[in-house]
């Protein structure tokens, strides 16, 4: 049973690495970034707890004003322990790098809300 959840969580891994590499170009350049208000996709970058280097993940979000809100289900995902970790962060919009401060809430939908600066 544990090589079946390895197995599955590999598959995974790979189709969302696969997916961020498509997509990750085309909302650095702004595609689909959310306005002022509403939703959208943006880019965060945030620094690697182990490697401490910058890593981008693609991700929908809400926005209003200068918050942000990101979640997912999956409760293994690098990014969420990455904030953990250090929650200084980098949210690409519109082309442009802006900084901001996540705080990470878990629970069955696990999210973060980012504050830009």
């Known amino acids: 049973m544990?090589?079946?959840r390895e197995a599955q969580a590999k598959v995974?891994?790979?189709a969302f690495r696969t997916l961020n590499s498509v997509v990750r170009p085309a909302v650095l350049a702004g595609a689909g970034n959310?306005?002022?208000i509403g939703g959208g996709v943006v880019v965060l970058e945030v620094t690697g707890r182990v490697s401490g280097k910058p890593r981008q993940v693609?991700?929908?979000t809400t926005r209003v004003g200068n918050r942000l809100v990101v979640s997912t289900v999956r409760s293994d995902?690098?990014?969420l322990k990455n904030i953990e970790a250090d929650?200084?962060?980098v949210v690409h919009l519109f082309g442009k790098r802006r900084t901001g401060t996540a705080s990470v809430n878990r629970g069955p939908l696990n999210t973060a809300v980012i504050t830009l600066d």
């Open 34 to 36: 959310p306005l002022p």
């Open 12 to 14: 995974s891994q790979t």
């Open 58 to 60: 693609p991700l929908l």
């Open 87 to 89: 929650a200084q962060v």
């Open 77 to 79: 995902s690098q990014w």
């Open 2 to 4: 544990d090589q079946l």
